[in-house]
């Protein structure tokens, strides 16, 4: 797992989620992420933004997961914790 920030295709600053969002370290440009939650300015700001065109839209109505990569998280959080473990004793 890697962490991402994220750039809309106009790399305006209003087109930019700081993150980290946590990923696969094999993604790659053009791959799809699904979002689950944008905020209240998601949808106002989706469009026709910088002079894009049209966008899809899909209307998700399963319950949201946390991550599709349980393994790689749980692994991560385990490199993590003992990384951290090992600070504290020096």
């Given amino acids: ?26 993604i790659k440009e053009g791959d799809y992420i ?4 944008t905020g209240a300015y998601g949808r106002a700001i989706a469009g026709r933004f910088n002079g894009y065109g049209a ?21 991560s959080e385990r490199s993590e914790g003992r990384r951290e473990a090992q600070q504290a004793q020096a």
């Fill in 1 to 26: 797992m890697a962490e991402f920030s994220f750039w809309g295709p106009t790399c305006d600053t209003i087109d930019f989620m700081k993150g980290p969002f946590l990923l696969p370290a094999s």
């Fill in 34 to 37: 699904e979002i689950g939650n």
């Fill in 55 to 75: 966008f899809d839209e899909a209307i998700l109505l399963d319950q949201p997961m946390l991550t599709m990569y349980p393994a790689e998280v749980e692994q």
